[in-house]
């Protein structure tokens, strides 16, 4: 099969190769989807999954991407619950081989059905950025009807979906990022927005969660923005900084059907949209993940028209 490789950490994206792979064989409770459509976040090169296995062991070349929407293919011993030619979504594990390729094996536990009205491009999207978002919000932030979220990269991937999700639930969203993603970030549902670069973060005042994607110097500015009783929710590893009265949190994203389910639910009837910035062909996937210059939104590799 076709597939994205890298083998060199140092070299970064510019490192990902086209080749041919040996298609991956179903291990017990996996299924084999062939890949329509691939997500690939960025960061994933700095993370040790991707170079090596759960030993230390290098598992070089390794083929990166870890969300897809495809078509169970084939069924390893005792898998049940997904069957052959079912649409299917979801995030792949860390460890493993992912889905910049034809085909990759997954466990059937992450994976959810993609309706059939849902685009294959679509389904690809919402893996990562929605269960982060979800799992942020929902199961660490524990946010609540009435409750303010101060939204970092409020533009971006998982920036969007905590804007929408929140919003939906009742929440007052400030969103932040570069001066140039103000309208995108309103557009997106925040009610405010905090430009980075040139508005005073501090004035936002108290809120009750924060949700950091960008860490550093605004994560530490931002704990101190949090109310007694509030959350600092990071994704972007161990938090610097802790509110005086409340949690900092800091969480990798897991897979979990039922939470696919209620992401894909939203997408259908309009409550959620994604943000997808670029779709590009597996041949040209490494030129897309390339990009020579910045793309505002996700970029998705088509990988079967
Ligand atoms: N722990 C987890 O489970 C998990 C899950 C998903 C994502 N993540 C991490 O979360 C981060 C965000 O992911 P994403 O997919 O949402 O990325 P993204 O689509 O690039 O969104 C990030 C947004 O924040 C903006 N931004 C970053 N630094 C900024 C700064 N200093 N000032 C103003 N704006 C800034 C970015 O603008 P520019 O593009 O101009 O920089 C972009 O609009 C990544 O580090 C990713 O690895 C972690």
């Known amino acids: ?17 086209l080749v041919e792979r040996p298609e991956p064989q179903p291990s017990i409770n996996d299924v084999v989807v062939q890949v329509c459509a691939s997500g690939f976040v960025n960061t994933e090169l700095g993370w040790p999954s991707t170079w ?18 495809g078509v169970v293919t084939a069924l390893g011993y005792g898998t049940t619950g997904l069957s052959i030619g079912q649409r299917v979504f979801g995030l792949t594990d860390w460890y493993r081989d992912g889905t ?5 094996a997954v466990e059937a536990r992450n994976l959810a059905p993609l309706p059939g009205d849902v685009d294959f491009t679509v389904g690809a999207s919402l893996p990562i950025s929605g269960l982060t978002a979800w799992q942020g919000l929902f199961e660490h932030g524990r946010l609540q009807a009435g409750q303010s979220v101060l939204a970092h990269g409020a533009a971006g991937a998982v920036g969007t979906m905590v804007t929408q999700l929140a919003r939906e639930a009742g929440a007052y969203v400030i969103g932040t990022g570069r001066a140039t993603d103000r309208q995108k970030a309103l557009d997106f549902g925040a009610q405010e927005f905090v430009d980075l670069g040139n508005d005073a973060l501090e004035d936002v005042g108290g809120v009750d969660l924060v949700f950091d994607v960008i860490g550093g110097d605004i994560q530490k500015r931002s704990a101190s ?28 994203v897991e897979s979990d059907r039922a939470q696919l389910g209620e992401i894909v639910r939203r997408v259908r009837d309009g409550r959620l949209r994604t943000n997808i910035g670029d779709v590009a062909s597996l041949d040209d996937a490494v030129a897309a993940l390339n990009p020579t ?10 990988v079967r028209p």
């Open 1 to 17: 099969m076709k597939a994205i490789v890298v083998t060199d950490q140092a070299a970064g994206t510019a490192g990902m190769k």
């Open 52 to 69: 090596a296995d759960r030993l230390g062991r290098d598992r070089t070349p390794s083929i990166p991407g870890h969300e897809l929407a």
């Open 100 to 104: 910049l390729a034809e085909y990759a």
């Open 225 to 252: 923005l949090v109310r007694a009783g509030g959350t600092l929710v990071s994704v972007v590893g161990p938090t610097e900084a802790r509110p005086a009265d409340g949690l900092a949190v800091d969480f990798v």
């Open 293 to 302: 210059e910045r793309i505002s939104g996700q970029t998705i590799i088509r």
